[in-house]
């Protein structure tokens, strides 16, 4: 009895951590999404000028995609030890918490700013003219458009990433955990990287279907690279988890995930 509760407190508690970072991470890249950054910039290199549906682009990325993989490989985690159930249940926490972390948002850029914080920072760090309430808004207050975009992709990502990763396990059984790992997170975000795009800025926007296409697969060739990079961190993070479990614990918490 006394083993078994101990396990049970464990398992809780990992849980508890996985949907914590989860969470955590969805939530910040969906605040820092705003911001777009140069990765050859960051790399010190010249523009890649890639030819991609006629048109020439650069990697350039939303800084968010500093913090989805941390996402794409705790919700496979999550799915190896806790099942579908698992996933969707945190999945559709973390929507809502999103949704409600964009209203919030919105109410703040709407609150009428102090005079003194507007007079302590009108200028930016060259001397320039600078409004700082404006700013705050322009960052912080994105469109309905990228939010519808950004939830109906979130979650239509992590179902299909649910379901691959499923398909897959019960085919392979506890070996290739690469395989399911790596294949469920390239198949769903091929679906994410471009159903975001379309909704934010062909729906509700203004690009045509090229541009949507063209920045799409520039995000999907960024995400499935990553994916696959970050094949040992999911070995490793097994390792651990295993030997917090305990080996048999952990292979029966796997097993019965697979067959819920």
């Known amino acids: 009895m006394q083993d078994s509760t101990v396990q049970e407190a464990k398992r809780q508690r990992l849980f508890l951590l996985l949907c914590g970072i989860f969470l955590t991470n969805a939530l910040i890249a969906e605040i820092v999404?705003?911001?777009?950054?140069?990765?050859?910039?960051?790399?010190?290199?010249?523009?890649?000028?890639?030819?991609?549906?006629?048109?020439?682009?650069?990697?350039?990325?939303?800084?968010?995609?500093?913090?989805?993989?941390?996402?794409?490989?705790?919700?496979?985690?999550?799915?190896?030890?806790?099942?579908?159930?698992?996933?969707?249940?945190?999945?559709?926490?973390?929507?809502?918490?999103?949704?409600?972390?964009?209203?919030?948002?919105?109410?703040?850029?709407?609150?009428?700013?102090?005079?003194?914080?507007?007079?302590?920072?009108?200028?930016?760090?060259?001397?320039?003219?600078?409004?700082?309430?404006?700013?705050?808004?322009?960052?912080?207050?994105?469109?309905?458009?990228?939010?519808?975009?950004?939830?109906?992709?979130?979650?239509?990502?992590?179902?299909?990433?649910?379901?691959?990763?499923?398909?897959?396990?019960?085919?392979t059984g506890n070996r290739f955990i690469w395989l399911r790992a790596t294949g469920s997170t390239m198949f769903s975000q091929l679906v994410d990287s471009f159903v975001v795009i379309g909704i934010a800025f062909y729906v509700f926007g203004n690009w045509d279907l090229k541009q949507v296409f063209s920045v799409g697969t520039i995000n999907y060739l960024y995400k499935g690279a990553v994916a696959i990079l970050l094949t040992p961190v999911l070995y490793i993070a097994h390792y651990f988890i295993d030997n917090y479990l305990g080996k048999a614990y952990a292979e029966e918490l796997s097993h019965r995930a697979a067959h819920e």
Do not use: H
């Not at 705003?34 to 650069?58: C, H, M, T, W, Y």
């Not at 703040?108 to 001397?127: C, E, I, M, R, V």
């Open 33 to 171: 999404g705003g911001k777009i950054f140069s990765v050859e910039g960051l790399l010190g290199i010249p523009p890649a000028n890639l030819l991609i549906g006629g048109q020439r682009l650069d990697f350039n990325m939303t800084a968010g995609v500093v913090n989805w993989p941390v996402v794409f490989i705790t919700s496979d985690i999550i799915n190896e030890y806790f099942g579908r159930k698992g996933v969707k249940r945190i999945s559709y926490l973390t929507a809502a918490l999103i949704v409600y972390t964009f209203i919030t948002i919105l109410v703040a850029t709407k609150l009428p700013p102090a005079q003194f914080w507007l007079d302590l920072n009108n200028t930016d760090s060259l001397g320039n003219v600078f409004n700082i309430n404006d700013a705050f808004a322009k960052i912080f207050n994105q469109g309905l458009g990228i939010m519808i975009g950004s939830i109906t992709a979130f979650l239509l990502g992590q179902l299909l990433d649910v379901f691959v990763f499923s398909w897959l396990r019960r085919r």
